[in-house]
């Protein structure tokens, strides 16, 4: 047997026994389904590597409103450092629906701070993301929380919302020009 096939049955029993941790966590959750946080921070690993072929639908299942908290900011880390290295603007739009329209403040806010950590596109970069459409939904966004279209004004979201503006579109530079 060759080195690589070695890789390729020990990735596969990684990826076997992350699978077999995901179901049990199910059956007999852990505190706070840690199992599963790990689990799936893990497969991002994997893929991230090219250990396995990249696949959001598994992280996008775990984004849903019948998660734990912490397991739904997992998938969105994982979702997030998607767009980040394959420019995919399916998975930005979900991440921008799951920003608009989650129940939970905290996972929207979570959200927000997680892209303003780690921008899927800057604003000198050729990105596929970096598009207008992109923008006006993040100025609309922005408008609905701030002025509270929603229902009251949430500023702690707004704020979060400039920050990633900020972090996508503004150089440094920019602040001292005049």
Same mark, same amino acid.
Request: with cysteine; net charge neutral; glycine share 4%.
């Given at each position: ?15 076997? *026994? ?15 389904? /840690? ?6 921070r893990?497969?991002?690993?994997? @893929?991230?590597?090219? $250990?396995?072929?990249?696949? %959001? !639908?598994l992280f996008?299942?775990? /984004?849903?409103?019948? *998660?734990? &908290?912490? &397991? ?14 394959d ?13 608009e ?7 929207? $806010?979570?959200?927000? @701070? ?32 701030? #002025?509270?279209?929603?229902s ?7 704020? %979060?919302?400039? !920050?990633? !503006?900020?972090?996508?579109? #503004? *150089?440094?530079?920019?602040f001292?020009?005049?």
């Open positions: 047997m060759t080195l690589a096939g070695c890789f390729v049955v020990d990735t596969k029993s990684i990826v076997e *026994q992350m699978v077999k941790s995901l179901n049990l966590d199910k059956l007999v959750p852990s505190y706070k389904y /840690c199992v599963t946080v790990s689990c799936l893990g497969l991002r690993n994997l @893929q991230r590597n090219g $250990h396995i072929p990249n696949d %959001a !639908t996008k299942s775990y /984004c849903s409103d019948n *998660q734990f &908290v912490d &397991v739904r900011l997992a998938a969105i880390e994982a979702l997030i450092d998607f767009t980040r290295d420019a995919n603007s399916y998975i930005l739009s979900f991440l921008l629906d799951v920003i329209t989650d129940r939970n403040p905290f996972v929207r $806010h979570s959200a927000l @701070q997680m892209l303003s950590k780690s921008p899927p596109f800057s604003r000198t970069d050729a990105n596929p993301l970096n598009t207008e459409a992109t923008v006006d939904r993040l100025w609309n966004l922005m408008n609905r929380v701030a #002025v509270g279209g929603e009251l004004p949430n500023k702690p979201l707004a704020r %979060a919302i400039v !920050t990633l !503006t900020t972090c996508s579109y #503004v *150089q440094m530079g920019d001292g020009a005049a």
